[in-house]
């Protein structure tokens, strides 16, 4: 059974179709690469799953459960976890604290039991900071866990929302433009992060970006949106083929 599941899913911000009737499944432990032009509704499809736009039309169900009526603040709890364009760390905390941040989603305490320092909430802290260890081990930002954001060059600041993604423990990684900002080396040092995340770590990603290479090189299926419409769905191979991606990318046809 699909993991993620959308089906026939339309947004409309006043008069503009930003949706259009939009389909596919995500299987478990798959990479899905979402790409289009600019203004395909990449975004706001991603924004739509994430729950911070309403759908005007459709369904979405993550893990066969209905999720358009789950309230945002539940998103993370249910297992969805995801990264944005623009980076959102807090440039004053250490790297540990900020990936620490994201495991707090998982958490029971609240200001009555931290207030009172309950015996339970001590050992639940302690777990987060050994689970957002875990993580700065596995992307190689041990080194800089003290450090505060700020200061940290930009392609170790991506690794830290990363692992602060990873620490409310998802089952599927919504990854928004990652190799944005990134040269040629931190993009294919991304991608193999991303096989060792679904291969070691046993997730399900869902990646929208730009950079075509690494799309193509990391995922199992891609999926093409244009001017809201789902105009291609399969592998890269099938994809790079088929003539209305290329006609929508070259604004030609195929020869």
């Given at each position: ?91 004053t905390?250490?790297?540990r ?76 990684l ?21 096989r ?45 083929r ?14």
């Amino acid at each position: 059974m699909a993991i993620l599941s959308v089906q026939d899913v339309s947004v409309r911000f006043g008069g503009i179709i930003a949706l259009d009737q939009v389909s596919f499944d995500i299987e478990p432990r798959q990479i899905v690469g979402l790409i289009g032009p600019n203004g395909a509704g990449k975004t706001t499809l991603f924004n739509c799953v994430s729950r911070l736009y309403e759908a005007s039309a459709g369904a979405i169900t993550f893990d066969g459960s209905p999720l358009l009526a789950v309230p945002p603040h539940r998103i993370a709890g249910l297992g969805i976890g995801r990264t944005f364009q623009n980076l959102a760390l807090f440039p004053t905390q250490t790297v540990r604290q900020n990936v620490m941040i994201g495991a707090h989603s998982r958490t029971r305490s609240d200001f009555l039991s931290n207030a009172l320092k309950l015996p339970w909430v001590a050992r639940e802290e302690d777990e987060c900071r050994a689970h957002a260890d875990d993580l700065l081990r596995f992307l190689d930002l041990r080194a800089v866990a003290d450090h505060p954001a700020a200061g940290l060059p930009f392609a170790t600041l991506k690794r830290v929302e990363l692992a602060r993604a990873l620490a409310s423990r998802p089952r599927l990684l919504l990854l928004d433009e990652p190799a944005g900002g990134l040269n040629h080396e931190e993009v294919e040092a991304l991608g193999a992060i991303i096989r060792r995340i679904r291969d070691e770590l046993g997730l399900t990603l869902l990646l929208v970006e730009h950079h075509m290479s690494l799309v193509m090189q990391v995922s199992d299926k891609v999926v093409v949106l244009d001017f809201g419409r789902k105009i291609a769905e399969g592998s890269p191979a099938e994809v790079q083929r088929d003539p209305e991606v290329i006609k929508a990318y070259l604004g030609t046809e195929a020869a």
